[in-house]
Nanobody
């Protein structure tokens, strides 16, 4: 069974950086796209970034491009999120998600993804 496992979260001071990883395990893993979402306490899950598993298409949530960079390593079945210039408002649980079938809709929708990781906590202290 395919699982998505996030890592790399932690406590960082404002202005610092973190790199999150999402590793997909399972012999049958295949993805059309993968994404990062985040959820702060009391708030809805928010789209962060998405990447097609082939080609170079990337997508970012409003105001995050420029500070966050999504990337992938197909050989390792791993997706990354490089987060720079972190702010206190970036504090949240970060989830990775994958979609296994082709898609022409909006990558920012939670409903676009059929598999989710368990999340990793990112805390930015001000």
């Amino acid at each position: 069974q395919v699982q998505l496992v996030e890592s790399g979260g932690g406590l960082v001071q404002a202005g610092g950086s973190l790199r999150l990883s999402c590793a997909a395990s399972g012999r049958t893993f295949s993805a059309y796209a993968m994404a990062w979402f985040r959820q702060a306490p009391g708030k809805e899950r928010e789209f962060v970034a998405a990447i097609r598993w082939s080609g170079s298409n990337t997508y970012y949530g409003d105001s995050l491009k420029g500070r966050f960079t999504i990337s992938r390593d197909n050989a390792k079945n791993t997706m990354y999120l490089q987060m720079n210039s972190l702010k206190a408002e970036d504090t949240a649980v970060y989830y990775c998600a994958s979609r296994s079938t082709s898609y022409s809709g909006t990558y920012a929708y939670v409903s676009a993804y059929d598999r989710w990781g368990q999340g990793t906590q990112v805390t930015v202290s001000s």
